[in-house]
């Protein structure tokens, strides 16, 4: 069993390299002949700039293009995390798993929390069916597809929360500013790290990681909870923003550490090839996951906008 789950790795493996490997050159062959030959971290910018680009875009382009986005980042997340769960002998359902994470922001976004309970039930029901008639599926990996599902589609699914509560173009406005303080926690940590780092947050999961970059991340995150305090239709004062951004930030680094264990108990280095420079989508993501469902519950219980449960 041992041996047939290493060969399935190294054949993964091989895979993603190749896939990789064709990602990057399908972007230089795009490129202009004067931008050739670009440094991976031009190649990196160039596809932050896209992602961060086509976010604000969909978010502000209203409530329907928001939720488009969502169930979006919420399939190819899952994808990727049975992908990489595979890689690690798991037999998820990806189909179950991916349909039920795309479903969860339709869910919220046309009947509220209480959809994401309805999807959360028929997934539920959906894997026992499967896990009863398909005598392969072991109890882990009805585990597996349920938590894939929920740890992308239901959290991402918050953010339509937020969507809703607050409507119109400030609605927009609040929830770029959720994904800006994620970028901003990202981007702090790691200018703060590469210049003062030296002692090791999580050696033995994210060895770059530091607690200088730690604290320069709350302190990215804090600034633009500050800033969303001042956004029409949002009651938040600044103490409140700085224990928010602070919370935020923390949701953000252990979401990071998540992914990162589970890329390593899986042996990969990326969860996935379509973010050249990044990796995968799950890569990009694994920050806001835990920070916008934590977001909107702070805003939601501290009064902060007018949402009813």
Known sequence: MREHAHQAYE???????????????????????????????????????????????????????????????SGIAAGEFFY???????????????????????S????????????????????????????????????VSFFGAAYTGLLLSSLIVVRQAVPGFWGGVLVVGIFCSVWANDSFAYLVGSKLGKHKLAPRISPKKSWEGFIGGLLGSVVIWCA?????????SIVQA?????????????????????????????????????????????SLFLASVVAAVLLVSGNCIPYVL
């Not at 589970?262 to 990796?279: A, C, F, L, Q």
């Open 11 to 73: 054949s993964a493996k091989s895979t993603a390299v190749g896939k990789k490997n064709a990602a990057k050159k399908f972007v230089y062959d795009k490129t202009p002949a004067k931008f050739k030959n670009a440094s991976d971290l031009q190649v990196r910018f160039r596809t932050g700039f896209i992602y961060v680009t086509v976010s604000i875009l969909c978010i502000m382009g209203g409530e329907l293009s928001t939720v488009l986005l969502l169930c979006a980042l």
């Open 84 to 106: 990489m769960l595979r890689s690690d002998a798991k037999l998820p359902n990806e189909l179950l798993g991916i349909m039920a994470a795309v479903a969860y922001p339709i």
């Open 108 to 143: 919220v976004w046309q009947f509220g929390m209480p959809g994401a309970l309805v999807v959360t039930g028929a997934l539920l029901v959906a894997l026992l069916v499967w896990y009863v008639f398909w005598m392969r599926a072991r109890i882990g990996d009805v585990g």
């Open 228 to 236: 969303l305090s001042f956004i029409p239709g949002v009651d938040m």
């Open 242 to 286: 700085v224990c928010f951004g602070m919370t935020c930030g923390l949701a953000g680094v252990l979401g990071d550490l998540a992914e990162s264990r589970i890329k390593r108990n899986s042996g990969v280095k990326d969860s996935g090839t379509i973010m050249p420079g990044h990796g995968g989508i799950l890569d990009r993501c694994d």
